[in-house]
């Protein structure tokens, strides 16, 4: 999954790294077009990601 290596690099050159569970969760989210429903502020950091917190 190509979105993996991705958001993992422009986490870490933009220096807010999250959990590797996290991104891979992310990484997902991105490669299906989906939204994510989360309360976990972490997943803001992710860019092109649609963030819904409840």
């Known amino acids: 999954m190509q979105s993996y290596g991705y958001v993992k690099a422009a986490l870490k050159k933009n220096g807010t790294p999250i959990p590797e569970n996290d991104i891979w969760i992310a990484a997902t989210a991105l490669e ?14 992710v860019g092109g990601l649609v963030v819904i917190s409840p």
């Open 32 to 45: 299906t077009g989906s939204r994510l429903v989360t309360y976990d502020s972490d997943f803001a950091n």
